[in-house]
């Protein structure tokens, strides 16, 4: 069986693709040349093999490939062989121990009786006068010596042998999982060949296997109005062999609790209509459902490593890390750095006062990059203080995106209800409801900062409900179509700013309204 190296290995989201390469002596005529063994997750459609002539003369024809599955009575694969021989060499030395043990057992059975046996005859010769204290005193002494020695012995023997045992069962788990469904099966490729003249050649053999992932995450730490940006890839694999330290291409090509910013949606205001026997029901029935939320975890900040080359090909982009990567074949992760990049960043502040007092930083980024930033975790850092974790989507290079950076504790956002009047006299056969509501800004920090201010309007969803906003100081600089309002502010250090604005809602006297704060 001829061997070959694995010299590249190309990543997938969900697969790889694997390069090996080897060298062949061959005579002149036909050969049938078997490479192996290889990984079971090996996707036989994706074998592609090749060949060129290393020595002067001859020439190398290749006609044909066959993949075959063979049984073998100890499966080949890495690390599963080297598990197993592990395994072996384990149980070997905790029988070694067990065979000490024994041989000190049957020292202390032997002590014992030849102890019993010499203070029996002992005591018998000082009795008769045939012995004096003296030397059976050192002959007691010297076999309790004995004894203690070979007590102390069997008591070291049963602690490694303990701990042998906890090893010898955590590699038999460790095994049970890198335990192929048919551990004894394995993959052999058969080129059938054909040499002019005997020749030295060279084969290279690609293959996708399964069992093998990459998947981005991110660090962004935001200092003053710069992002810097470490962007990795987590490496994972357990396709049956192990990758050696090799070049490591990261594709995104697919061969065949995070933080938000609070959003306003529609407040709607509408004629009001009794439930439904059966709505109740169902209602009541949700009321019971528990309710589960998770939280994620913050994500360590790596170490800075060498960045990788970017190479475009169609839609798919690659990146050839430059540092040989080693990959067992395990499921354990193995971080890489892609790149790490310095972006300009325009730091603004954003409130709901309606939903909460706090304000939020958020920052838009330019990804002034050659690098598309896939779908992945997000560690958010400004300056030193970790902010939380959010998501990003897919950002194309040059492609402007926006991150929130926590609730900054120098601001705060209040929203009080001032005036609710509601309409007892009427105007024709409309009645009439106002509604004004004040919004007090503080700026604590210690430089001057923009503040964007959400609020809105009800919304009304009956033909006969007519919303209006009387008055606003100062005005909002838009009013949506779904009746959001927004203000952009600079406020001072030191300032309090606000804002008031009143409202109308006018509907027929003969309709009882809903929503709206209008009791």
């Not at 693709?17 to 036989?44: C, D, K, M």
């Not at 203690?148 to 038999?172: F, P, T, W």
């Amino acid at each position: 069986m001829n061997k070959t190296s694995i010299t590249q290995v190309t990543v997938y989201p969900s697969s790889a693709r694997v390069l090996r390469v080897g060298q062949v002596e061959l005579s002149a005529g036909e050969h049938e040349i078997v490479i192996g063994p290889l990984p079971t997750t090996l996707r036989e459609e994706s074998v592609r093999v090749s060949g060129k002539v290393l020595s002067q003369g001859g020439a190398l024809r290749l006609q044909g490939v066959e993949v075959r599955t063979e049984y073998v009575a100890e499966a080949p694969e890495q690390p599963l062989a080297d598990l197993q021989a592990e395994l072996e060499r384990l149980q070997d030395q905790h029988k070694q121990l067990s065979d000490q043990a024994a041989i000190q057992s049957a020292r202390q059975e032997f002590l014992t009786a030849l102890r019993n046996t010499a203070a029996a005859s002992g005591a018998k010769a000082l009795t008769k006068g045939k012995a004096d204290f003296a030397s059976v005193n050192a002959v007691m002494t010297q076999v309790a010596g004995e004894l203690g020695d070979s007590h102390a012995q069997l008591r070291q023997l049963n602690q490694q042998k303990a701990k042998l045992q906890k090893e010898i069962e955590a590699l038999k788990a460790k095994l049970s999982q890198t335990q192929p469904s048919n551990p004894i099966a394995r993959r052999v490729l058969k080129v059938l060949a054909h040499a002019s003249a005997a020749l030295t050649g060279e084969l290279a053999l690609t293959y996708v296997v399964d069992g093998a992932w990459w998947q981005p995450i991110y660090d962004v730490r935001v200092i003053d109005d710069r992002v810097e940006l470490t962007y990795q890839a987590q490496v994972s694999q357990n396709s049956g062999e192990d990758w050696p330290p090799t070049q490591l291409l990261i594709s995104t090509a697919q061969p065949a609790v995070h933080s938000q910013l609070p959003e306003l949606q529609p407040s709607y205001v509408d004629v009001y209509r009794p439930p439904s026997r059966k709505a109740m029901m169902r209602s009541a029935d949700m009321a019971e459902a528990p309710m589960v939320m998770a939280m994620a975890a913050p994500a360590p900040v790596m170490a800075e490593q060498d960045v990788a080359q970017v190479e475009h090909s169609g839609t798919a982009v690659t990146y050839r890390i430059l540092r040989p990567l080693a990959v067992r074949a395990d499921g354990a992760s193995h971080k890489t750095t892609v790149a790490v990049l310095n972006l300009s960043a325009k730091i603004d502040y954003f409130c709901v006062p309606k939903l909460a007092e706090e304000v939020y930083t958020r920052a838009k980024v330019n990804n002034a990059s050659e690098y598309l930033l896939l779908p992945g975790q997000v560690s958010v850092f400004h300056g030193e203080e970790f902010v939380g974790n959010t998501q990003f989507e897919t950002i194309a290079p040059n492609e402007e995106f926006e991150m929130q950076l926590g609730v900054n504790s120098q601001m705060k956002a209040e929203r009080e209800l001032v005036t609710r009047n509601v309409g007892k006299t009427l105007i024709g056969n409309t009645r009439r409801t106002e509604l004004a509501y004040r919004i007090k800004l503080h700026n604590h920090m210690p430089s001057a900062t923009q503040l964007t201010v959400h609020d809105q309007l009800p919304l009304p969803r009956h033909e006969e409900i007519k919303v209006k906003l009387q008055s606003a100081e100062p005005k909002p600089a838009e009013q949506s179509d779904l009746n959001i309002l927004k203000w952009t502010l600079t406020l001072k250090s030191g300032e309090m700013r606000q804002i008031q604005f009143n409202y109308t809602i006018e509907h027929a006297k003969e309709l009882q309204i809903v929503g709206a704060d209008i009791g």
